[in-house]
């Protein structure tokens, strides 16, 4: 691999810290799905306005929820492991995690005023922003 600028290294570094980060949410998802939604609603309990959401019962969005976390977490490995050669996944990454962010902000604002949505939305649309942030400047680095 060529040598990385000091801003191509910090965007490895982060796509690294995704990896991992999608990867353990990807199977904390899969391994214990309903004790996330248990740990949201007692939150959203305390709290006082937020509704809560009842246990999954059906696997069937459970598995595309995962299905789709091993993309991200495998576009984030991928443009770790070069980020010259794949820093062009880096759109497909924003795409759908920006659709992941606002999906939860329509259900949550048209269907169920529940934490675990507005949390999603700020969580998802947090790691657009933060993505966004390294990448522009690179993109803009490599057309300089």
């Known amino acids: 691999m060529a040598e990385l600028t000091s801003k ?19 199977l904390t998802f899969y391994i214990v ?6 740990v949201f609603n007692a939150v959203s309990e305390k709290i006082g306005y937020f509704q809560s959401i009842p246990p999954n019962m059906e696997k069937f969005y459970l598995d595309l929820a995962v299905a789709f976390m091993a ?4 576009i984030a490995y991928l443009i770790s492991k070069d980020v010259l050669k794949n820093l062009n996944l880096t759109p497909v990454l924003i795409v759908g995690k920006t659709t992941s962010s606002l999906i939860s902000l329509l259900s949550f604002i048209l269907y169920q ?9 700020v969580i998802d649309g947090s790691i657009v922003l933060i993505v966004l942030a390294f990448y522009l400047p690179l ?6």
């Open 139 to 144: 993109k803009k680095e490599q057309h300089t």
């Open 71 to 74: 993309c991200v977490t495998a």
């Open 113 to 121: 005023k529940a934490l675990l949505y507005l949390s999603n939305f």
């Open 33 to 38: 799905p309903n004790h996330i939604i248990s």
């Open 8 to 26: 191509q290294n910090n965007y490895r570094v982060l796509m690294l810290l995704l990896f991992w980060l999608f990867l353990i949410a990807g």
